[in-house]
Each structure stands twice: as structure tokens, then as C-alpha cells.
């Protein structure tokens, strides 16, 4: 399957739905600041998560993943139906996704070639989803020497990550500030669903 990009995957009333949805988590599971492991230096996205696992990271503890909101120790809320629904369209995984993140870039947020591996579960591919605007995203493959690929990620598009992708390195080089105005507020937000445990 590899990396599979599906652009206008969202209408606009579908991305209004799904905003408003994630208004409601945000104002139960605010957006935080999150630290790198060993330095803490803050990374440029706040973040926050739905669904019963959330990805973190602290100069403590280091990436992670939890049930609960770091700073209010709260459950984190469900994740909107949705989403849900999306995930089993696209992926036709056999179990629904456990964590939802929810990444918010201002227009000098940016997040370095990394891989999605703190999971259990590689079987599962990753879904993205963007909202708002646009962003520069570049995907190459395991190794720092493969060559790699730039696609503009608009509002309503959706990247998925699997098979022979599913660990390939990845990350925003900028978010193009003014390119949608779905969110009053401006920047991006991204979301990615991940199976964390292997299904039992
Ligand atoms: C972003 N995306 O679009 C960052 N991870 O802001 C990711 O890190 C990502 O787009 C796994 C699968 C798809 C992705
Ligand atoms: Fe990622």
C-alpha cells in the first residue's frame, strides 16, 4: 500500500463538522507545549489527543503514550464518530485506532523529519488529516539518505502511511500562513489517527 495521498478527501461542511468537533476536545483536553526527551526543549506545535491512548512527550519521560492529559490528568475525550468512520474507510483495518493526535502549527510551527514508532503495532498504517492552512510536507523513506517526495497539504487532505511507508521518515518544513480560512484564528491543524496495541 505505501503512502497513500488522498487530496480533498474532506468537503468544507465536513471539515466545519469536524472542527467543531475538535473545539469540544480542546476545551476539555486543552493544547499543551510539548518538551523533547533529555534537552525539554519545546517543540514548535502545542498538541493535545483524543481517544482512549494520547501520544506525549516530556524531557522526563520522553515519548509515550497514555490515557490521560498530562496537565489536567484527565481521560482524554473520545474521539468525534467521525473520525472513526474515516479511518475505517480508508485503512480497512481490522480494529479501530486507539490515539488520536491533535497538532496545532502556527505559521512558525514546523516538525522535523521523524517516524511514526512508538507504537506496538506496525500493521496499522497512520492517517493524517489537515484542516486550515496549507502546509509543505515532505516524505522520504526508513533511511536519512533516501530521496524525498514534497506535497502541499491543504485543507480537507488526507495522508496515509502504511506498508512499505509505514515507517518512512516525514515532517513540515512550513505551513503557508493566509492559505485557508477555515480556522478564524489562522495556522493548521493535523490530525494523526494510530492503532497503538496490536488487536487481541
Ligand atoms: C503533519 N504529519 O502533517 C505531520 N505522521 O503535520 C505526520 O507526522 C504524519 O502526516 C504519520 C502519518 C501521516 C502524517
Ligand atoms: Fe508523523
Given at each position: ?6 487530496p480533498?478527501?474532506l ?21 499543551f ?18 481517544g ?5 512527550t ?5 515519548y509515550?503514550y ?12 473520545a ?5 472513526l468512520h474515516?479511518w ?5 483495518y ?9 497538532n496545532?502549527?502556527?505559521?512558525d510551527?514546523k ?27 515532505r516524505?522520504g523513506?526508513?533511511s ?13 487532505d488526507?495522508?496515509v ?21 477555515l ?11 494510530r ?6
Amino acid at each position: 500500500m505505501g503512502l497513500e495521498f488522498l487530496p480533498g478527501k474532506l468537503r468544507r461542511e465536513q471539515q466545519v463538522t469536524l472542527l467543531r468537533a475538535l473545539r469540544d476536545v480542546m476545551d476539555e483536553a486543552p493544547l499543551f507545549t510539548p518538551t523533547m526527551p533529555r534537552s525539554g526543549k519545546p517543540m514548535s506545535v502545542r498538541m493535545t489527543n483524543c481517544g482512549p491512548l494520547g501520544w506525549v512527550t516530556d524531557k522526563e519521560r520522553g515519548y509515550r503514550y497514555q490515557a490521560t492529559h498530562p496537565i489536567t490528568g484527565r481521560p482524554w475525550p473520545a474521539m468525534p464518530q467521525m473520525l472513526l468512520h474515516l479511518w475505517d474507510e480508508v485503512t480497512r483495518y481490522r480494529a479501530p485506532p486507539e490515539a488520536c493526535l491533535v497538532n496545532y502549527y502556527d505559521d512558525d510551527a514546523k516538525m522535523g523529519l521523524h517516524q511514526d514508532k512508538d507504537e506496538e503495532d506496525f500493521d496499522a498504517p497512520v492517517l493524517s488529516v489537515s484542516l486550515g492552512d496549507t502546509a509543505i510536507f515532505r516524505a522520504g523513506g526508513r533511511s536519512r539518505r533516501d530521496p524525498t517526495r514534497r506535497f502541499e497539504l491543504e485543507s480537507g487532505d488526507v495522508v496515509v502511511l502504511g506498508g512499505e511507508d509505514r515507517l518512512a521518515l516525514h515532517g513540515i518544513d512550513r505551513v503557508l500562513a493566509g492559505t485557508s480560512d477555515l480556522l478564524p484564528e489562522g495556522g493548521r491543524i493535523n490530525l494523526t489517527l494510530r492503532r497503538v496495541t496490536k488487536p487481541g
